[in-house]
């Protein structure tokens, strides 16, 4: 076994390099043949029926917005029942061709599963899942006055998506439907503050990547990974750390739009903004570099802010 091993190490690094070399240039043109398409074939959701977790607020009540543009059927899922209500109003005005709210809590099991059952019930199906609902985190890992209070993030923002997508994927078989997730750039970057938060979403991203290979061509997935959005999980940590206008936050609006155009071409990952992605490239190449920034960054604003008394 250990000689297998040692071929392997010997083998894979030229084999691979000559490969990329060889096809590398094809797997671009396919690329691009297929960037084209999916822009010429935007789907038409007028009609689909979209559930939407964490709709009352941020990017889950931004996408709902997009959506009821284009004619879209609606089941939105919060556990703030008066905020879910206002959300809806606004959806009708835009267009929505129905609307329902189901409040309740993406890491309550029972709940998930009535989520699904709800909204089958009313519409008859299910065509896109958007699994948004989450919750942040902005204190050092050590300075948790017991480790348990962390399980609720991993709770909300992991296990609350896993779960209603068992429920749902029997329903989105039949429509030939979409998964959308919401995962994080802090599933690739080591934000300070946000250890078991980036936990989860690295979470999610390696969840839907290897269930997308278990369930595909029928249903199809998209993974959503924006950066700094101005969203309700914008701490007031955060804000005082960096001013309320810190310069690398995106308006929810803009990146909701852009998740919304990447779910209509069919996109398997959605990065917004776009720049990024060369933070990822960046992080995979010269980790140590990112890791020098992040320490002089918390260092700078991060440790005075939060030192411990």
């Avoid at 979409?178 to 599933?187: C, F, G, H, Q, R």
């Amino acid at each position: 076994m250990d000689m297998v091993h040692t071929i392997l190490n010997l083998l894979l690094p030229p084999l691979t390099i000559i490969l990329l070399f060889m096809f590398f240039p094809f797997y671009l043109l396919i690329k691009l043949v297929s960037c084209i398409y999916k822009h010429l074939c935007f789907e038409n959701v007028a009609g689909k029926v979209v559930l939407i977790t964490g709709a009352s607020s941020g990017i889950g009540e931004n996408v709902a917005y997009e959506y009821a543009k284009k004619g879209a059927c609606l089941a939105l899922v919060a556990r703030r029942k008066d905020r879910l209500e206002i959300v809806a109003e606004t959806l009708r005005q835009l267009g929505s061709r129905d609307v329902i709210i189901i409040p309740g809590d993406v890491s309550n099991l029972d709940d998930c599963k009535m989520f699904i059952d709800e909204t089958i019930h009313h519409f008859g199906k299910l065509d896109h899942l958007i699994n948004n609902a989450g919750v942040p985190q902005a204190i050092i890992f050590e300075d948790f006055t017991q480790i348990q209070d962390a399980n609720h993030i991993m709770d909300i923002n992991f296990w609350g998506s896993t779960y209603i997508s068992y429920f749902a994927i029997p329903h989105l078989r039949k429509s030939k439907g979409k998964i959308v997730v919401i995962s994080s750039a802090t599933a690739n970057i080591p934000l300070p503050l946000a250890s078991i938060y980036s936990a989860s979403k690295a979470a999610l991203l390696k969840f839907y990547e290897t269930l997308r290979v278990e369930i595909s061509p029928d249903i199809r997935i998209t993974i959503a990974i924006p950066g700094f959005v101005s969203t309700d999980l914008t701490t007031p940590h955060f804000i005082k750390m960096y001013g309320s206008d810190f310069i690398l936050s995106e308006s929810v609006s803009k990146c909701a739009k852009a998740i919304f155009r990447g779910i209509g071409r069919g996109e398997r990952y959605i990065i917004e903004p776009s720049w990024i992605k060369w933070i990822f490239l960046m992080q995979y190449v010269c980790p140590e570099i990112i890791d020098y920034v992040l320490k002089y960054i918390f260092v700078r604003y991060g440790k005075p802010y939060f030192k411990r008394d």
